[in-house]
C-alpha cells in the first residue's frame, strides 16, 4: 500500500514562454520509493490525462516537459518550459498504477508579465524533535503581522502569528521569533507529532506578489531516534528543583538558554555565557554542564506560585535553533489552617432535641460569620471542631455554599431521628398512664350508673 503522506503546492504561476518548476513530497516508505510518479492534467470531461510519468511522457509535451525521482530525499519534480495560455489549468501529482491514487491537486495560471513562485521549502524533523522555518524577507514595516498556517483542502489554519496568538493545540510549543531588519523571521516549533506533517504558509498578512507566502513542507519521520522525555516537572512554594537540557552532543552551538514561554514570546531567563534575568537572579543557575552527553542542568530556587508554566531549553547554532519545551506545575497551597487559635470548638450539648438543634445552629453560625462571603468551607460530620475557612481555599470534602443550609439532608435527618429515642422514654409511660385513667374513670362511672338504675 502507498503511504498517505504526499504534499505540494497547491497554486503556482508561471510565465508565457517561460517554464515552472514543481516539487512533489512523499514519505521515503518502500512502497512509496518504488511506485510510479505521475504528473497528469485534468480536461473538462474530468479525466486526468497524463503529461509525464515515471515510465512515460505524452507526445503532446514532448520536448517540453521533464520529471526528476529522488527516491532516497522522497521528492519528485516536474519541469514545464514553454508555457502557453492552454497550459493554464488543474493538475495533479500523485503516486500510483493509476492515476485516480494518491495526489495532490495543483492550479497552474499562466500570465504574460507573472513573477517567478518561491520554490517550496522542505523541512525534516524527527517524532518529539523540533524546528526552525526561516520566513524569507518581505515588508519591513512593523505594523504588518507575521503569521504561519497549515494548509487544508480549502483554507490555512492559522497556528501562530506575531501579534501572540497560538492555537489551542499549539500551547507551549510554537514561537514566531521577532522580525529582523529585512524583515524576515523565524518559526521555532517543537514536540514534533505525526500529524504536524504538511504544508505551511508564513508570510507577512496583507502582502502581494513578490511578496506571496512563503511553501513549507513539514516531513516528520516516524521512526525517530529521539527518545521521548517527560516534559512535566512539579515542584512546591519555596522549594527548590533541577532538571536536564538535552542537545545534541556532536552539534557546535553559540549558545545554550533557558526561556520562559508565555503567549508566544519566549524571553531568556539565563544562558551559558552568565546572563541571568534581573528578576531571577539569585534564583536560577546553570549547575553542571555534561557537552559529551549533550546535556546541561538547571537549578531553579525559592519556587513561587508565578513560576508555574511553560519553559524552553534552547541551544542556537546560525539560524537553527534546536528547542525542547517543559512544563512547571506548583500546586496552589491549602488555604485552611489547622491552628488551634481559629478554631471553633463545637461542643456537646444537653439531650433535650430543642438544646441540642439550638446549639448546633449556633455553632455553625459562629464559624460561617468568620467566613467571607462567596467562599465554600468543608462540611465534616462527627468532627469536635471546625477550622476557619480563608477566602480562596479549595474544598475537598463535601461543600456548602454560604447562603444554603449549612448542614446536609443527612445530617439533619441524623439529628432528629437521634432525637427520637430520648423522646419516647418521656411521652410513652405518660400516655399509658392517661390510658389507664381514662379507663378506670370509665369503669367507675359505668359502676355508679348500674347502681342508680338498679
Not at 99 to 107: D, F, I, R
Request: hydrophobic share 30%; aromatic share 6%; with cysteine.
Amino acid at each position: 500500500p502507498v503511504s498517505s503522506s504526499l504534499y505540494g503546492s497547491r497554486f503556482l504561476t508561471g510565465g508565457l514562454g517561460g517554464s515552472i518548476t514543481h516539487q512533489c513530497f512523499y514519505t521515503t516508505t518502500p512502497a512509496n520509493k518504488y511506485e510510479r510518479k505521475y504528473w497528469c492534467k485534468i480536461e473538462a470531461n474530468g479525466v486526468c490525462y497524463t503529461i509525464i510519468s515515471s515510465r512515460h511522457a505524452s507526445r503532446d509535451y514532448e520536448g517540453r516537459v521533464a520529471l526528476e525521482d529522488v527516491p532516497q530525499n522522497g521528492t519528485f519534480t516536474v519541469t514545464m518550459t514553454g508555457l502557453r495560455s492552454s497550459d493554464t489549468g488543474t493538475y495533479r501529482c500523485g503516486i500510483g498504477s493509476t492515476n485516480e491514487g494518491l495526489y495532490v491537486s495543483l492550479n497552474l495560471t499562466v500570465l504574460a508579465d507573472a513573477t517567478v513562485s518561491r520554490p517550496t521549502q522542505l523541512i525534516r524533523g524527527e517524532l518529539h524533535g523540533s524546528v526552525t522555518v526561516l520566513c524569507p524577507s518581505g515588508d519591513t514595516r512593523s505594523d504588518k503581522k507575521r503569521f504561519w498556517c497549515k494548509v487544508g483542502r480549502s483554507s490555512c489554519t492559522l497556528i501562530a502569528s506575531s501579534d501572540g496568538y497560538v492555537g489551542r493545540r499549539y500551547q507551549g510549543r510554537i514561537l514566531i521569533t521577532p522580525r529582523e531588519s529585512s524583515g524576515a523571521f523565524k518559526v521555532l516549533m517543537n514536540d514534533l507529532k505525526k500529524e504536524d506533517s504538511g504544508l505551511y504558509l508564513c508570510g507577512t498578512q496583507g502582502l502581494r506578489g513578490h511578496n506571496s507566502p512563503q511553501e513549507v513542507v513539514l516531513q516528520v519521520a516516524t521512526a525517530s531516534a529521539l527518545p521521548r522525555r517527560s516534559k512535566f516537572l512539579s515542584g512546591t512554594v519555596g522549594g527548590s528543583l533541577s532538571f536536564q537540557c538535552h542537545h545534541d552532543p556532536e552539534g557546535t552551538y553559540e549558545k545554550k538558554y533557558l526561556c520562559r514561554w508565555k503567549g508566544g514570546s519566549c524571553p531568556v531567563l539565563m544562558d551559558d555565557e552568565g546572563f541571568v534575568l534581573e528578576s531571577y537572579r539569585g534564583r536560577i543557575q546553570i549547575s553542571s554542564s555534561d557537552p559529551e552527553h549533550g546535556t546541561f542542568t538547571v537549578v531553579l530556587r525559592q519556587l513561587r506560585e508565578e513560576d508555574a508554566g511553560w519553559y524552553w531549553c534552547g541551544a542556537r547554532s546560525g539560524h537553527t535553533e534546536l528547542t525542547a519545551p517543559l512544563k512547571l506545575l506548583i500546586p496552589r497551597e491549602t488555604c485552611s489552617s489547622r491552628d488551634p487559635g481559629t478554631t471553633t470548638p463545637v461542643r456537646p450539648t444537653a439531650p433535650s432535641p430543642a438544646a441540642h438543634s439550638t446549639a448546633r445552629h449556633r455553632s455553625m453560625a459562629d464559624v460561617m460569620g468568620t467566613v467571607p462571603r462567596g467562599t465554600t468551607m468543608d462540611i465534616v460530620p462527627k468532627s469536635t471542631t471546625m477550622d476557619t475557612v480563608t477566602q480562596g481555599s479549595s474544598t475537598l470534602l463535601p461543600t456548602a455554599t454560604l447562603g444554603a443550609s449549612a448542614t446536609s439532608p443527612g445530617e439533619t435527618f441524623q439529628e432528629s431521628s437521634s432525637g427520637a429515642p430520648r423522646l419516647l422514654p418521656v411521652v410513652l409511660p405518660a400516655l399509658l398512664l392517661l390510658i389507664c385513667v381514662t379507663i378506670t374513670a370509665l369503669t367507675l362511672a359505668k359502676i355508679k350508673l348500674q347502681k342508680k338504675t338498679g
